[in-house]
């Protein structure tokens, strides 16, 4: 089907939008899957809050352009599908790894984030990066960690002059 002009600056605008508030991109060629796994796959991403689209490769490399993802040009051969992470930045990488376990037909070409192209066998890199929460959680763990010590070195301290005195008083017991 021919798109029109108003069409595919249509779409080069969505994706563009799309693509400079993302924090990570995961392009994969989705040849392979049928319609019933693509929308599957749709359907993950969105509960994910992943923006998940098939583009053209002409109008992807449209739409990366003066963007951090402009670096996926290369990539973009094929049938494409281009997956970008909106809150957490291995939220498409989680999404396409997963849904990839189950089909083998969704192979990734490329990932991308902060500019910098890495390779497929980088996805796990990605998709293990923790969420926002998690990040927030390890953050005060560690800064909790020094008080935590210290109130117990603190406490300790009585109990061990209990112990001392109780041990005296046992002694003179036995003494006695």
């Known amino acids: 089907m021919a798109l029109k002009l108003e069409d595919k600056k249509a779409i080069v605008a969505e ?21 019933d796994q693509m929308t599957a796959l749709r359907k ?10 098939v583009v053209r490769n002409t109008l992807a490399r449209r739409a990366v352009e003066g963007t951090d993802y402009e670096c996926l040009q290369e ?5 494409t ?24 037909e969704l192979e990734v ?3 991308s984030i902060g500019g910098q192209l890495l390779g497929p066998e980088q996805i796990d890199v990605l998709a293990k990066m923790p969420t ?7 953050l005060m763990s560690v800064m909790i960690a020094p008080v935590t010590k210290l109130a117990r070195t603190l406490n300790e301290f009585p ?3 209990t112990r001392a005195v109780a041990a005296v008083r046992d002694q003179k017991k036995e003494a006695a």
């Open 44 to 53: 993950q991403a969105r509960e994910g809050s992943v923006y998940l689209k």
């Open 75 to 79: 990539a973009l051969t094929g049938p």
């Open 132 to 138: 926002l929460d998690q990040a927030r959680a390890m």
């Open 109 to 111: 070409k490329a990932l």
């Open 15 to 35: 994706v563009n939008e799309a693509a400079k508030s993302a924090l990570s991109a995961v392009i994969a060629d989705y040849r392979g899957l049928t319609v």
């Open 159 to 161: 109990a061990k002059i």
């Open 81 to 104: 599908v281009i997956a970008f992470s909106n809150e957490d930045p291995g939220a498409a990488a989680r999404v396409i790894q997963d849904f990839a376990k189950e089909n083998k």
